[in-house]
């Protein structure tokens, strides 16, 4: 099984990225998934998941209003949009789904 994310990079604050995860290997239909970070030097945090049918999703406060996830089970894709980026939410974004891990991607909120 493989997760890989896309979608990072250097953004100004009060910008917009949208992240991709790419699923092969498992039922991705079957599998509620999850969004995590890390920013250097702390530990990886719990950004957000959502629910196998997309129906219930749940964010952290500190991202909550500003980014939103959602998924298509026919491209088993997870997204995150993420919205009014602040240098705090600057990290290495990484997806999760059956304990699986993808190998992350940067981004980097600055002016």
């Known amino acids: 099984a493989q997760l890989v994310e896309f979608g990072g990079g250097l953004v100004q604050p009060g910008g917009s990225l949208r992240l991709s995860c790419a699923a092969s290997?498992?039922?991705?239909?079957?599998?509620?998934m999850t969004w995590h970070r890390q920013a250097p030097g702390k530990e990886r945090e719990w950004v957000a998941g959502?629910?196998?049918?997309?129906?219930?999703?749940n964010y952290a406060d500190s991202v909550k209003g500003r980014f939103t996830i959602s998924r298509d089970n026919a491209k088993n894709t997870v997204y995150l949009q993420m919205n009014s980026l602040k240098p705090e939410d600057t990290g290495v974004y990484y997806c999760?789904?059956?304990?699986?891990w993808g190998p992350g991607t940067q981004v980097t909120v600055s002016s």
């Open positions: 290997g498992f039922t991705f239909s079957l599998y509620g």
């Open positions: 999760n789904g059956r304990t699986y």
């Open positions: 959502i629910s196998s049918t997309g129906i219930s999703t």
